[in-house]
Structure formats: structure tokens, C-alpha cells
């Protein structure tokens, strides 16, 4: 129940930079569809035609984004299965990417290789995804050229999942309760978001934790690759 209130409040967090991120191609069908009406008065056929695969592809962005919402927001299961790790991190770019832009975040993410798998869930997989890059982006409200790295290694059997950010790093005092229930130094913070990705992972057989770093934080997912 936790894992989904969390969920939810994530939702909450985001939904203005989505529902941007969904109103802008509605504008634009609505533009190419009014184009369209009028090529079609002048017996533009062509121009009418360019028109309609715009709102075609306009169409199918905004599917993608409602269906990441869908599922997203779905109650799921917790068994384990193969997950891809890139289509992880894509669903959690996806719902946090307007608010990316707004905040003028730069993404420096070095991509895995496509078929790399690791043994998850995928909607609580992205969940940690999400969580963990809503608070980089809060940690670089006033930092210059505020940047979030995200890396992805392979070794053995085992993958690592790392999202660091260049910001004032995590204070020495809350280093240690980290990972304690209701610890936070955010003024409208819980304390829960990181205690339940960090028990999302263990559920997965993984680890979540803190990277010691001269710099900014890093935090890393550790999971076993799917065979």
C-alpha cells in the first residue's frame, strides 16, 4: 500500500509537466487538422496528406505518454521477471521529462546495451527510476549548468544502475538516516520516498545505496542480470 501511495504522490508531483507535455501536441493536431480542412478546400492534396501523418505522429506521442501514465499508475504485482533496463529508464524520462526541461537539467545518460536485462518489476523498477531523478532535481534547484548523469555497468552477473547529479551533495547529518523512515531535510518531505525504493530493491534481491562521491550524489541500484 505504501509502494502505492508512493506511486500516486509521485503522479501528483509531476502531473502539471505532463499534462504540458500532452497539451502542446493536442494544439499542434488541432493546427494540422484546421491546415488539412483547408488544403483540402484548395484541393491540396498533398499538402492535406503531410498534414494528417503529422497529426498521426503527434497521435501517437501523446499515446505513449498516456500509456506510461497507465501503467505507471497501475497496482502491480511483485514477482520477478526479465526487465529491460533501458525501457525502464525511458518510461521514467518520459513522466519526468517536462519537468527536466523547465528546470533547464541537462542529461548526461551513457545508454546499455539494448538487450541488457535485469531480474524486476517494471513499474516499480521505474518507480526507484522516478524517485531517484525527482531528487536529483530538487538537489540542483540553485546549481549551475545542473546536470544528472545516469550510467549503467554490467559485471558478472550482477548490473548497477548509477544517477548521480552535480549538486551540494547529501549533508553529512542525514548520510547515515539516509535510508531511516522520516528523514528528510526537505521542508514538504515525508522521509519515505528513498525507504521504499531502497525495500522496492531488496524485494528484487538488489541493493540500493548511497555511493561515497567528492561531489553531488550518486546512488546506485544493484540488481541481478536476467539469464
Same mark, same amino acid.
Given at each position: 500500500?505504501?509502494?502505492?501511495? #508512493?506511486?500516486?504522490?509521485?503522479? *501528483?508531483?509531476?502531473?502539471? *509537466?505532463?499534462?504540458?507535455?500532452?497539451?502542446?501536441?493536442? &494544439?499542434?493536431?488541432?493546427?494540422? @487538422?484546421? /491546415?488539412?480542412?483547408?488544403?483540402?478546400?484548395?484541393?491540396?492534396?498533398?499538402? @492535406?496528406?503531410?498534414?494528417?501523418? /503529422?497529426?498521426?505522429?503527434?497521435?501517437?506521442?501523446?499515446?505513449? $505518454?498516456?500509456?506510461?501514465?497507465?501503467?505507471? /499508475?497501475?497496482?502491480?504485482? /511483485?514477482?520477478?521477471?526479465?526487465?529491460?533496463?533501458?525501457?525502464? $529508464?525511458?518510461?521514467?524520462?518520459?513522466?519526468?521529462?517536462?519537468?527536466?526541461?523547465?528546470? *533547464?537539467?541537462?542529461?548526461?545518460?551513457?545508454?546499455?546495451?539494448?538487450?541488457?536485462?535485469? !531480474?524486476?518489476?517494471? #513499474?516499480?523498477?521505474?518507480?526507484?527510476?522516478? #524517485?531517484?531523478?525527482?531528487?536529483?532535481?530538487?538537489?540542483?534547484?540553485?546549481?549551475?549548468?545542473?546536470?544528472?548523469?545516469?550510467?549503467?555497468?554490467?559485471? +558478472?552477473?550482477?548490473?548497477?544502475?548509477?544517477?548521480?547529479? #552535480?549538486?551540494? +551533495?547529501?549533508? &553529512? +547529518?542525514?548520510?547515515?538516516?539516509?535510508?531511516?523512515?522520516?528523514?528528510?531535510?526537505?521542508?514538504?518531505?515525508?522521509?519515505? *520516498?528513498?525507504?521504499?525504493?531502497?525495500? $522496492?530493491?531488496?524485494?528484487?534481491?538488489?541493493? !540500493?545505496?548511497?555511493?561515497?562521491?567528492?561531489? +553531488?550524489?550518486?546512488?546506485?541500484?544493484?540488481?541481478?542480470?536476467?539469464?
Amino acid at each position: 500500500e505504501l509502494i502505492q501511495a #508512493n506511486k500516486l504522490a509521485t503522479l *501528483g508531483q509531476i502531473a502539471a *509537466g505532463v499534462a504540458h507535455e500532452i497539451n502542446q501536441p493536442i &494544439a499542434a493536431i488541432r493546427t494540422h @487538422a484546421d /491546415s488539412a480542412g483547408l488544403h483540402l478546400d484548395a484541393d491540396d492534396g498533398a499538402s @492535406a496528406r503531410r498534414s494528417l501523418v /503529422s497529426i498521426a505522429g503527434l497521435t501517437e506521442r501523446v499515446g505513449l $505518454i498516456t500509456d506510461e501514465l497507465r501503467a505507471f /499508475s497501475r497496482k502491480t504485482r /511483485s514477482e520477478t521477471v526479465a526487465v529491460g533496463v533501458e525501457a525502464a $529508464i525511458d518510461g521514467a524520462l518520459l513522466l519526468v521529462g517536462a519537468r527536466i526541461r523547465e528546470k *533547464g537539467v541537462m542529461i548526461n545518460r551513457q545508454p546499455a546495451p539494448a538487450d541488457l536485462a535485469v !531480474l524486476a518489476e517494471r #513499474n516499480r523498477l521505474e518507480q526507484v527510476v522516478l #524517485n531517484l531523478l525527482q531528487n536529483a532535481i530538487e538537489a540542483l534547484k540553485d546549481t549551475p549548468d545542473p546536470t544528472i548523469g545516469i550510467g549503467v555497468e554490467t559485471s +558478472g552477473k550482477r548490473v548497477t544502475i548509477r544517477i548521480s547529479d #552535480n549538486g551540494p +551533495g547529501v549533508a &553529512a +547529518g542525514m548520510r547515515e538516516r539516509l535510508f531511516t523512515p522520516f528523514s528528510t531535510d526537505k521542508r514538504d518531505g515525508l522521509g519515505l *520516498g528513498l525507504v521504499i525504493s531502497r525495500d $522496492i530493491v531488496a524485494a528484487f534481491g538488489g541493493e !540500493l545505496l548511497l555511493e561515497p562521491s567528492a561531489s +553531488g550524489a550518486v546512488f546506485v541500484i544493484r540488481l541481478a542480470r536476467a539469464k
